[in-house]
């Protein structure tokens, strides 16, 4: 309950905040549903969501494709949105997730950024090399 309660102060302070919409980290080939949490966060805050894919296969010091996509503000009916709005909110997440993976194709070398169709992609090189710090920014 703390975490939730930093979680909003910390959205209400237009600070960024990361949650694995599963509630978790997912590893390679495993999947699961998208939990509420997040929908709930953007819904009673106002903060936009960000779709995020991150390339599920990672090895050590090597490059990590991770994929931005457009932030968006979920609707809801009411003042506040019921469980069903909130777990629809979440399955559009996950699926605005996966048609992002669909991009996961990388045209440039590591360290350098491309955006095509709004979206944002970047794959970070070994250290030492130039290139996001792994923020987005409006």
């Given at each position: 309950l703390k975490a939730a309660k930093t979680a909003m102060k910390c959205l209400k302070s237009n600070h960024k905040l990361l949650i694995f919409p599963e509630g978790t980290r997912v590893g390679e080939g495993e999947s699961s549903d998208a939990k509420a949490g997040a929908a709930l966060f953007a819904t009673r805050t106002g903060s936009p969501l960000v779709p995020v894919y991150?390339?599920?296969?990672?090895?050590?010091?090597?490059?990590?494709?991770?994929i931005f996509g457009q932030p968006y503000h979920p609707q809801v009916a009411g003042r506040k949105a019921?469980?069903?709005?909130?777990?629809q909110i979440a399955h559009d997440l996950m699926q605005r997730i996966q048609a992002l993976s669909q991009e996961a194709v990388w045209p440039g070398p590591p360290g350098s950024a491309t955006g095509s169709a709004g979206q944002w992609s970047w794959r970070r090189g070994p250290p030492g090399r130039a290139g996001p710090a792994g923020c987005w920014d409006p």
């Open positions: 991150i390339q599920p296969k990672k090895r050590r010091f090597r490059p990590t494709t991770v019921t469980s069903e709005e909130l777990q």
